[in-house]
């Protein structure tokens, strides 16, 4: 059984850095495509980035690249978003999801698992 549990979000200032953890207590991570997905009030959730199971791929959002970085670790059944040089309209829930199906290159979010999310606030 999949259980995500998020963490590591906080207030920052602009021009900061955080690195937000994902853990699955049911150890089925390491066979799943990964992704972190946040949401701001009054916003549709978007996706920020997403690994391939094996950590072989990566993607990531128009507004994020060359500043977030996820990756990996499987022996610890772990996901991890790197946030740097954050700007306040990164604010928002960061969500981990991950993939229904086993195996795969990309999560979806209409077929994924979710965590409950962490709150992500960059004041200016």
């Known amino acids: 059984q999949v259980q995500l549990a998020e963490s590591g979000g906080g207030l920052v200032q602009a021009g900061d850095s955080l690195r937000l953890s994902c853990v699955d207590s049911g150890r089925t991570l390491f066979k799943r495509a990964m992704g972190w997905f946040r949401q701001a009030p009054g916003r549709e959730r978007e996706l920020v980035a997403r690994?391939?199971?094996?950590?072989?791929?990566?993607e990531y959002g128009d507004s994020v690249k060359g500043r977030f970085t996820v990756s990996r670790d499987n022996a610890e059944n772990t996901v991890y978003l790197q946030l740097n040089s954050l700007k306040p309209e990164d604010t928002a829930v960061y969500y981990c999801?991950?993939?229904?199906?086993?195996?795969?290159?990309?999560?979806?979010?209409?077929?994924?698992?979710w965590g409950q999310g962490t709150q992500v606030t960059v004041s200016s």
């Open positions: 999801a991950a993939a229904k199906g086993v195996y795969g290159v990309y999560v979806e979010g209409s077929s994924a698992y």
């Open positions: 690994i391939s199971w094996n950590g072989g791929s990566t």
